[in-house]
């Protein structure tokens, strides 16, 4: 098992509250698995990905509990230089925002070889040579990220993360900020690197269409928890909490009829400072009981292998 | 594109707008020209949805101020109930606004954040003076934030306090206050939630239906598309490569970047997706200043000949119905 | 084409990025040097408005038997070079360089504020000519000019008041003028240019009210800025004549007497170096206050939040 998370719970201190990003979430990965984990904005996602690579920023937030297993340590009982040993050369991650996220003022060769000599130890001359096999060719390595499209730089982002040839990869919503033939392309290539060298892969997303398309198995977040849990065939076949429902239910789709009317899901994502008593999501639930505004469902198994966090199932 | 269709609410013919661009500060020379819209031309009826999609610089926002001449196109005409409203001037321009308005991508920025909800759904009743005195004034806000699902009782309170989906109520209120008969949506659940946007569309259609409102629905997202729209036209670099209605587009879609767009797109169904095929075109997309010559997608067309490479496609006529398509190869 | 706007922080403070008044004002209190700021200009004013109840003396109220006198019990800080009481000048002092100051940085405002909206919303050629103005009006070195003008009306409040207005209004034109040319790219102006807005709605009520953060700011510093000005016209002699007293006239004697009666010129010169003290840390305090990103806000940028657990707006 390459990563087991458990119990990780990570809080943000605010002047009026406590705010409770990541509530308890656990789940596994094998080498060379693709988990989605898929949820709408605050619910979470980004943040649980953070905390993986410690990279929560503290003050405000913290890391208040659990465990991050990975190959076979513990990474929240490491040191800093020892994370750091990790980060970019083990597990790397992909940002959502290929334009903030390469430094103006470096060129692109600089920041990709950035990694490799640092991890690798490579000399200028060896970190030159991986990088123009990386980017495949001479043409970007001398250039600056603004002279790039979002697409080209996200590849460059891509590369990066690659180039150590790390054992799990994170994409935080690789492909929200660009068009959709280019993140069909992108996507295409992250899957097939991640074949050809057994990278797992993490997948941050609210697309249900890159959940299906790419995701061996899918973790459905809302205000901070998992309400549901399965491999993405199961999950699609037949879906058990409402909100995983309500999701795909309101959501246009190419290959069915045109319905009349979309079926949206009442209400909005709750203020993750001010969440409803009970179950998360009962003010939206279309069948909320009344055991829902009480209490709140922990995630048990209801099928093979699919569990979900729901009261309809107990 | 050929007679005035007399049906037609707006009617644009070889719409043009390319943006000069500069180099130098005192002895400016002309480096060329940015070719946002290359020759658009279309017809929109009265209570009808057209669809306008295409990846980024495809010109399709840039359209949609064009029309409302918030930019004058470069060449071409737009017709407004028959009229040419192509170009006119500030004061003109002022009372074409009670008949077409438009609904912005960002919620957060196109609500000014210090006037309350009360001022912001007002002004345009405040500007075209449609209302008679507080009493009215008040009662007409009231009803416009009840169509559009907001609680009358939140009009004192500012933007920031609401999320996004409510903002975006908002602004489609202030947009209706004038009672236009055209409203031009751009992108405008793109920047919302999942579960918000499905809410959104369904409100949209909700008053197309009560007002009889004809729509140009600009958007990247083809399934959102799909379902709001009537007719849909494809854009790429400033174009309409294909233009067809809804039914058809896809079920049957012929032009290689139409076909490459549906086919990048994934689908919740992951059976289904195992088994398509995914990207179909190479490449980056032309810059808009240097535009590929013949026809522009002809680059990244996976059955470019010779012929694409020398001469302009113009949109075609198929098959006799209304399915129009740009392309060299397709009979 | 963008969708979603996340940033990796979490938003719990409700009021969202933009500051309402009561925020703005809970956080300058908290800001320890603005307050201490606060503290001192409302000394000063008190001071001013009641003059006439904590003057021990009619400061006009000459005694030629006791001039030059040091600190007494009679006259705590002693006499001027006609016998007055130097206490109780400094105290009415404050009513003439509190007023100028605070009518030359409102006119300075007004004006400044005026040309720098027209200026930044038209752009183009008119901006082009109202900056080279500006530009022109900022080269002239400001005391020689007060010089000038003073002279050519005749000393006194009003021509004062006039050259630090002449002067002034360069500052907040600049300003301003660059805080519109960012506001205008705003959708929301584009929005109001949308419905049909006029010239000067979207200037005054889309535009102004979002740069009044800069200009309350700099509004504060100009203060502090022109009674420097003020003392220093005064100081001169170009200033408000005997026997009104203001501090930088009081300097002005005072200098002469340097030797001999030390707190004469001390005495005015501190209350001088307390106003602008004042002003410039309750500018810094408001600066900070109202500056959206220096607050300790963390933000859920997602789709912003509504009170508490999703407001009520929305009604089927």
């Not at chain 2, 210090?114 to 003076?129: F, K, Q």
Request: glycine share 8%.
């Amino acid at each position: 098992m390459l990563l087991q998370v458990r119990n990780l719970s990570t809080y943000f201190l605010a002047d009026n509250g406590v705010v409770k990003a990541v509530d308890d979430i656990s789940y596994d990965l094998e080498e060379g698995e693709t988990l989605s984990i898929v949820g709408e904005s605050g619910c979470g996602k980004t943040v649980s990905a953070l905390s993986l690579l410690r990279l929560i920023p503290d003050p405000p937030g913290k890391i208040v509990n659990g465990k991050i297993i990975f190959e076979g340590r513990d990474l929240l009982t490491l040191s800093e230089d020892e994370i750091c040993d990790i980060r970019g050369n083990r597990m790397a991650m992909i940002f959502q925002e290929p334009m903030t996220s390469l430094n103006p003022v470096l060129t692109i060769g600089h920041q990709v070889m950035e990694p490799l000599m640092l991890h690798k130890g490579m000399n200028r001359k060896e970190a030159l040579k991986e990088c123009i096999e990386l980017l495949k060719g001479m043409q970007m390595v001398g250039a600056y990220p603004h002279q790039f499209s979002g697409g080209m730089r996200q590849r460059v982002m891509v590369s990066m993360g690659l180039s150590c040839n790390p054992r799990l990869i994170i994409a935080d919503e690789p492909t929200t900020a660009l068009d959709v033939t280019i993140q069909a392309e992108l996507l295409d290539l992250m899957k097939k690197l991640t074949r050809d060298h057994f990278t797992a892969l993490i997948i941050i997303t609210h697309n249900l269409g890159i959940v299906a398309r790419y995701a061996d198995k899918v973790i459905v977040m809302y205000a901070g928890r998992i309400v549901e849990k399965a491999l993405t065939r199961e999950l699609y076949r037949s879906p058990l909490h409402p909100y995983t429902i309500g999701l795909m239910e309101s959501v246009p789709r190419l290959d069915q009829d045109i319905k009349q009317k979309l079926r949206p899901i009442e209400g909005q994502p709750p203020d993750l400072a001010y969440l409803p008593s009970g179950c998360s999501f009962h003010p939206r639930c279309r069948r909320a009981m009344e055991r829902c505004r009480r209490e709140s469902p922990t995630l048990r198994e209801v099928s093979d292998n699919h569990e979900a966090a729901c009261w309809i199932y107990e | 594109m050929n007679n005035v269709n007399t049906n037609a609410l707006i009617q644009v013919r070889e719409l043009t707008k390319f943006f000069p661009i500069y180099r130098g500060a005192i002895f400016r020379r002309k480096l060329g020209d940015l070719r946002a819209l290359d020759g658009v031309s279309f017809d929109i009826s009265r209570g009808e949805t057209l669809g306008l999609v295409g990846e980024s610089g495809c010109g399709k926002t840039t359209t949609g101020r064009t029309i409302l001449q918030l930019e004058h196109p470069t060449s071409g005409k737009v017709f407004f109930e028959g009229r040419d409203i192509t170009g006119i001037g500030k004061y003109e321009a002022r009372r074409l606004r009670k008949h077409m308005q438009i609904i912005y991508q960002d919620p957060f920025g196109s609500l000014n954040p210090r006037m309350t909800v009360r001022d912001i759904v007002g002004e345009p009743l405040l500007i075209h003076e449609l209302t008679k005195g507080r009493g009215e004034y008040r009662d007409r806000i009231d009803s416009l934030l009840k169509m559009v699902g907001l609680n009358p009782a939140m009009a004192a309170r500012y933007p920031h306090e609401f999320s996004g989906g409510e903002r975006q109520r908002i602004g489609i209120a202030r947009a209706l206050a004038v009672n236009p008969g055209f409203i031009i949506c751009d992108e405008p659940v793109s920047a919302l939630d999942v579960s918000i946007q499905a809410q959104i569309i369904n409100l949209l259609e909700e008053i197309q239906e009560k007002f009889g409102l004809a729509y140009l629905f600009i958007a990247h997202d083809l399934a959102v598309v799909r379902h709001i729209s009537n007719r849909i036209a494809v854009m790429y670099l400033g174009e309409i490569v294909e233009i067809a209605d809804r039914k058809d587009l896809y079920r049957e879609p012929m032009h290689p970047y139409t076909k490459a767009l549906l086919a990048a797109i994934p689908i919740p169904d992951p059976e289904m997706e195992y088994s398509r095929e995914h990207s179909m075109i190479k490449g980056e997309v032309p810059s808009l200043f240097d535009t590929p010559p013949g026809c522009k997608f002809h680059t990244r067309c996976p059955i470019m000949q010779k012929i694409c490479r020398e001469s302009r496609p113009v949109l075609k006529n198929m098959h006799g119905n209304e399915h129009m398509v740009a392309c060299h190869l397709v009979i | 084409m963008n969708a979603h706007r996340h940033s990796y922080t979490i938003d719990a403070s409700l009021p969202g990025p933009r500051s309402n008044a009561w925020t703005a004002f809970f956080t300058l209190m908290k800001h320890k040097v603005a307050l201490a700021g606060l503290v001192i200009l409302l000394g000063l004013l008190f001071m001013a408005v009641f003059a006439p109840v904590l003057a021990p003396s009619d400061p006009n109220e000459q005694d030629l038997y006791h001039v030059l006198e040091g600190p007494s019990l009679k006259h705590l800080l002693g006499t001027d070079d006609v016998g007055r009481d130097l206490l109780s000048r400094v105290i009415f002092g404050s009513r003439a360089t509190l007023l100028m100051g605070a009518l030359s940085t409102f006119f300075s405002a007004v004006i400044g504020v005026l040309i720098g909206l027209v200026a930044g919303y038209k752009g183009g050629i008119v901006d082009m000519v109202v900056m080279r103005i500006t530009d022109t009006f900022m080269c002239v070195p400001a005391l020689v000019l007060m010089l000038v003008i003073v002279s050519a009306l005749g000393p006194g409040m009003q021509s004062i008041v006039l050259s630090i207005t002449i002067l002034s209004w360069t500052w907040f034109a600049r300003i301003v003028r660059g805080q519109v040319m960012l506001v205008r790219e705003l959708p929301y102006v584009e929005a109001a240019n949308a419905l049909g807005a006029s010239g000067f709605r979207i200037m005054f009520k889309h535009l102004l009210p979002n740069v009044m953060a800069p200009i309350i700011v700099t509004a504060t510093i100009a203060l502090g800025g022109n009674i420097m000005l003020e003392s220093a016209v005064s100081f001169l002699g170009l200033g408000v004549q005997q026997p009104t007293s203001s501090w930088g006239n009081e300097l002005r004697i005072g200098y002469s007497y340097l030797e001999v009666v030390p707190l004469f010129s001390l005495a005015p010169g501190l209350m001088i170096t307390l106003a602008v003290l004042a002003f410039n840390f309750i500018g810094d305090g408001l600066r900070d206050a109202l500056d959206p990103r220096l607050r300790s806000s963390l933000g859920i940028r997602g789709n912003g939040y509504g009170r508490a657990g999703g407001t009520n707006a929305v009604v089927k």
